[in-house]
């Protein structure tokens, strides 16, 4: 969800309360007014009323309804005076349309000739559902229009005011670590995009000068193990190809050679791993995934034929992904040789290919539960640790997470499983 919508989501109910409020309060104030209105019509008519019969020759007004010009007035005669001033609300009955009138009626008395008299006059008033009616509808479509003009002015704001926010998201998303160039924002004259500015500049700066750092650090950790492991094999060679040397010293020979040979692999399984996490490899390629996995398991052929384990390929030959192609080179050696290292002999190795996602399955060359799936994907763990280091699947589970695959293992029916979904 965009910023804006969120704030415009957060605003909503706000904004909802408001015109609720407002539109309760202004029903009141109108049913205040109207009321106001209509008590001081009725005064009015009282005292043109009162002042009319005083003015009048009649000496009985008993009865009299057309006497005054006043709309609607009762009159009648009382014996003692009333001194009442009583105002209600009541309903008439109108025959015509057949509906009920609401009136509000003012009683009151007076005398006039020494006669006492009861006097009503009445005022017709407004139906205070129809105020509501017509004051919610009101509210309503203010408050659509309000929610419109609202969003529309949020767009333009996202479109403008934020400009500068995107230009610095496009640099920082596009911005590579190993380009060997330096990020530069521009001045955006926004106090706050412009502290973000100088932040992520000062933030990518310093990851750059770490990022260097490494790079150097692998490079000459390489270089200078390679050295002296090199001397420490070609001189083990020697002396294991010597006549003068007794059966324990030939052993101890060996034993350097093949502690030699793994410090060799760990150095570059490690520098492998590295070079991986800091997005070393650049440059991407189309890679036909039937055919690149036919090629690479022609490397393995003779090793294949003599453990006699068969092949099975199939599912689309026209599944293309694009990446590096050294990545992909280290990410399905790896998977291939797992399959094999770990099969057993007259074994299977299974491998589907749909357009999104490899599968490749193995038979299993040891009984159900001695494999410990958990512990597949830890660094340096081995289940046999005489014939590896343990950095293979750590290798594959490396290189997808940088390519943004998604890495399944599972063990079903004495069968591995590996799935990645591209």
């Not at 996202?158 to 521009?186: C, M, Q």
């Not at 094999?233 to 093949?258: E, F, H, M, P, V």
Request: hydrophobic share 40%; with cysteine.
């Amino acid at each position: 969800m965009r910023l804006m919508t969120t704030k415009l989501a957060w605003n909503l109910p706000i904004i909802m309360l408001v015109f609720l409020i407002s539109g309760i309060s202004f029903t009141k104030a109108i049913e205040y007014i109207l009321d106001l209105n209509v008590l001081k019509v009725l005064e009015i008519r009282k005292t043109a009323l009162i002042h009319e019969l005083q003015g009048s020759n009649d000496q009985d007004f008993s009865g009299n309804r057309h006497l005054s010009k006043i709309y609607d007035y009762d009159i009648h005669k009382v014996v003692s005076p009333y001194y009442g001033n009583v105002i209600k609300d009541t309903l008439v009955y109108n025959k015509p349309d057949n509906t009920y009138l609401q009136l509000k009626s003012l009683t009151f008395g007076t005398t006039i000739n020494g006669i006492n008299y009861k006097l009503t006059v009445r005022k017709s008033i407004v139906d205070y559902q129809e105020i509501i009616e017509v004051v919610t509808g009101i509210m309503i479509i203010m408050f659509v229009v309000l929610i419109l003009v609202l969003n529309g002015s949020f767009y333009m704001v996202s479109k403008i005011a934020w400009k500068p926010f995107y230009r610095t998201l496009d640099k920082v998303l596009s911005y590579r670590l190993n380009s060997g160039e330096e990020i530069h924002f521009e001045q955006s004259g926004i106090k706050e995009f412009d502290q973000l500015n100088e932040t992520l500049q000062a933030m990518t700066s310093m990851i750059r000068s770490e990022y260097r750092q490494l790079k150097d650090f692998t490079e000459h950790i390489s270089h200078e193990l390679q050295t002296p492991v090199t001397i420490i094999k070609a001189r083990t060679d020697i002396l294991l190809q010597s006549t003068s040397l007794n059966s324990d010293d030939l052993r101890t020979a060996a034993s350097i050679r093949q502690a030699a040979d793994r410090l060799a692999m760990m150095t570059e399984g490690l520098v492998t791993l590295t070079r991986i996490d800091s997005g070393w490899f650049i440059g991407k390629v189309s890679i036909e995934l039937s055919h690149a996995i036919k090629q690479k398991l022609s490397w393995y052929e003779e090793l294949i034929e003599l453990r006699q384990i068969e092949i099975s390929i199939s599912g689309s030959d026209k599944a293309v992904i694009e990446m590096n192609e050294r990545l992909w080179e280290m990410l399905i050696g790896n998977l291939l040789s797992n399959a094999i290292k770990h099969n057993k002999d007259g074994g299977f190795i299974d491998v589907v290919i749909r357009r999104n996602q490899l599968q490749i399955s193995n038979s299993m060359n040891r009984p159900a539960g001695e494999t410990n799936s958990t512990k597949l994907m830890e660094r340096y763990y081995s289940e046999n640790p005489q014939k590896g280091l343990g950095l293979g699947m750590s290798i594959i589970e490396s290189i997808c997470r940088t390519q943004g695959f998604e890495f399944y293992y599972e063990e079903v029916d004495q069968v591995h499983k590996v799935s990645i979904r591209f």
